[in-house]
Each structure stands twice: as C-alpha cells, then as structure tokens.
C-alpha cells in the first residue's frame, strides 16, 4: 500500500503528461475485503441514486451507484481515510484534497453495454484543473471483461466536450449543450494513443477530469468488474453550479467560486491532527 508520499517524480511527470497514471497494489487487501462487502451490500440494497446502465440498450447489468459514502461506513472510510486522498493530492501537486465523491460501477459477465467516450469534468459544477479520480479495480482487470481506456494527452486539448450519457434515454438532458460533441474515437483508433492495464484487485488508476475515457462492455461468462471511483479536488479548485451539470444529494452551502470545502465537500488531506 502506498500513499502521496511515497510517489516517485516521475509518476507525477507522467500524470501532468498523460492525464492518468497506473499504480500496482495501492490497496491492500484488507481494504479491498472491505469494499467487496460494501459493494455486496450496496447491490443488495441500492442508494436513491443506483442504476442500470445497460436497461434498455443489452442484456446483463451494469450497476452504478453515487455518494454511497453518505449511507455505508466502508465507503466513507475508503473516501476519507484511505491512501486515495493523499495519491489524489500527490500527482495533482496539490497542497489539499477535498473529497468530491464515489462512485461505484459493477459490469456483470455478459453485459455488452460499453462506457462511453467522454471527459468527466463538463458534467460536474467546479472549475479548476486540480481534479483527480482514484479508480479502484476490486476484481482482476483486462480488455475482456472492461478495461477502462484513455486517450492520454487529451487532458489538454482544451476543449470541454458535451456530456455522453451513459444510458439509452438519456439522449434528451444534453441536446441542448452548446458544446461540441466528442470525436468517434472508436472509428478512427489508430490516431490516438490510446492507454489500458490490465489490473489486480488493490491497483488504481488515477486520471483528470478532462481526460477522454470509456470502456468496452464485459464479454465474459463469468468475470465481474467491480471499479469503485473516488474523486478529489484540490487547491485551484472552485465551485461552479452552472446549467447542465448534475445534482448533489443536497445543494452544498457553497457561493459561485468558493473553494470546495464543506460539510458535502469535505477536506481529508492532510489529515486533521
């Protein structure tokens, strides 16, 4: 298990470049005990804000749940008290890390349905380059049953793409977006540099909110995906509730531009003393 401090130059060279970085073991395996349960319990029992992301488009399930940090004590432990916020801060060259969020998504064997292509940013109410997603693989990890994909550099072509949205029907919240629509990365593959690892249970991704990413449905018969995504803004960070972005479990008590900072929001690096 590593933490911030234990990142070597190079790792943060890579991130600044890339827009995401591969980390082997960050989790021991205690953690990832931890959040098997959490997952279980959470599927058993969903969050008001769980879903399935294949409904209507292919057959088998593609579980995806928010904030579940809010309602279980392993995921809030996992969001702040894990080595997560202090990776998140390490790469981002960031003095603070604020907790932003969790989320969770499951893609059972045999369900086709992909992760779109798109950045995560245009979605969210911040502004700020100092934002970072920790994506934990609770199970072994590969193309086959959906290897999350990045197109690295793209974190800084300087443009914010429209929202994707990850479920059929869903089409009608972004029409109205005046921003453009993301290249068809799948047609044209060859042109970019695209990045995947295959991962054990206990590695991490850590990647950009403006990186372009999406995966490959899970063709396997008999292989789950469990990803668990913590997310963490950092020093430069503002909020910005402007239209089109999603909504929060309540609206934080944050004015246009404060710092992220807050009982929704709150500051987990460095730990309190």
Not at 94 to 101: G, L
Not at 155 to 165: A, D, E, M, Q, Y
Request: charged share 25%.
């Amino acid at each position: 298990m590593i933490d911030g401090g234990d990142i070597a130059t190079s790792l943060v060279e890579d991130y600044d470049r890339d827009g995401v970085v591969y980390l082997r073991g960050a989790f021991d395996v205690g953690w990832i005990e931890r959040l098997h349960g959490a997952v279980e319990r959470d599927i058993a029992d969903p969050g008001p804000n769980a879903t399935n992301f294949a409904e209507g488009s292919t057959a088998g399930t593609f579980f995806g749940d928010m904030f579940m940090w809010r309602r279980d004590a392993d995921f809030r432990a996992a969001a702040l008290a894990s080595p997560a916020a202090s990776i998140a801060a390490g790469l981002m060259r960031s003095k603070r890390a604020d907790f932003f969020y969790d989320q969770l998504f499951v893609k059972e064997p045999g369900t086709a349905h992909p992760t779109p292509w798109h950045q995560d940013q245009p979605y969210w109410p911040v502004k700020g380059w100092q934002i970072a997603s920790v994506w934990i693989a609770l199970d072994r990890v590969d193309r086959s049953n959906g290897a999350v994909e990045f197109v690295a550099g793209s974190h800084k072509w300087g443009v914010n793409f429209r929202p994707t949205p990850f479920r059929k029907g869903h089409e009608v919240k972004f029409t109205s977006s005046d921003l453009a629509v993301i290249p068809d990365i799948d047609a044209d593959r060859g042109r970019y540099d695209i990045r995947r690892w295959d991962m054990e249970a206990g590695d991490c991704l850590v990647f950009h909110a403006m990186i372009v990413h999406g995966a490959p449905g899970n063709l396997t018969s008999g292989t789950r995906r469990r990803g668990l995504a913590l997310r963490y803004t950092g020093d430069d960070v503002r909020y910005d509730p402007r239209p089109g972005t999603f909504q929060f479990p309540h609206s934080p008590d944050l004015a246009a531009g404060a710092p992220m900072t807050c009982d929704l929001f709150p500051r987990v690096w460095p730990p309190a003393r």
